[in-house]
């Protein structure tokens, strides 16, 4: 299975328009791949807490539309990061979206765990409580959200419900760059699972952004990783090796401690 995650940026000036339009675009170029993969609130930027209410839309606003066309004309399965949603009620959520290589939303995830301690996304933005997987063909997404990378029992969650592969939106600072690629592989080792961790480039709303996006084996090692600028990061992942994996070294099978 052939992974590409698309590093952006938020740059100022651009409109968020204009911004889709872009990325669409180069989510058509990924047509030669099977899964590609957008980062954490890439149309207004992860940390423009200001910008959330304005540019909040519906499930099945111009985001979810436009992403869904692009899917649909490269023929991939995309997770296309996340943008801010307003619900039905008016809350706002933190919302990924996963679209078919026909152009349907195969799967939502609303961020679990928010950031911001007592402020910005964690007082702005409601709390997501489901676990989400998606069923490819040859592998099973277990769907995560940057400050999520944190918490370890969402990831052996995902585990239990069947996923062997990790996607990670972010929008992660530059300045704990060493967490990002240190929980990355981290999440892998322990839950013996590949894990696609795709973040920001440049800078947005005053916050250097890490960049840096990252693939992951079963077995903790890295085996491609971004700049700090923007970047198409293209990796070919084996199917079987997180079986193999969890053969060779079955530490899943000695758990004694669950949920």
Not at 130 to 151: H, I, K, N, S, W
Not at 165 to 183: E, F, K, S
Request: aromatic share 6%; proline share 5%.
């Amino acid at each position: 299975m052939r992974a590409s995650l698309i590093q952006i940026a938020v740059n100022e000036g651009e409109s968020v328009a204009s911004r889709r339009s872009r990325v669409a675009d180069l989510v058509r170029e990924q047509s030669a791949s099977d899964l590609v993969v957008l980062p954490e609130l890439w149309t207004v930027g992860a940390f423009a807490y200001e910008q959330f209410e304005t540019e909040a839309e519906p499930l099945d606003g111009p985001t979810c539309q436009e992403m869904a066309r692009a899917a649909r004309d490269a023929g991939v399965w995309l997770h296309a990061g996340s943008f801010v949603e307003r619900a039905g009620d008016g809350s706002l959520y933190n919302t990924a979206l996963v679209l078919s290589p026909e152009g349907e939303l195969a799967a939502t995830y609303r961020k679990i765990h928010r950031f911001g301690f007592d402020q910005g996304e964690a007082v702005l933005m409601s709390p997501g409580d489901t676990l989400t997987t998606v069923a490819l063909p040859e592998q099973t997404l277990g769907l995560a959200t940057c400050y999520d990378l944190r918490f370890p029992e969402l990831f052996r969650g995902l585990v239990d419900a069947g996923a062997t592969t990790m996607v990670v939106a972010a929008g992660w600072p530059a300045r704990r760059l060493a967490h990002w690629t240190l929980l990355s592989r981290a999440r892998a080792v322990e839950d013996q699972s590949y894990v696609l961790s795709c973040g920001l480039a440049g800078t947005h709303a005053g916050v250097e952004q890490a960049g840096h996006s990252l693939v992951v084996d079963p077995w903790g090692e890295i085996l491609a990783q971004a700049g700090p600028g923007e970047d198409v990061l293209t990796v070919e992942l084996d199917p079987a090796k997180v079986a193999e994996t969890r053969e060779q070294f079955p530490a899943l099978k000695d758990r004694r401690l669950r949920r």
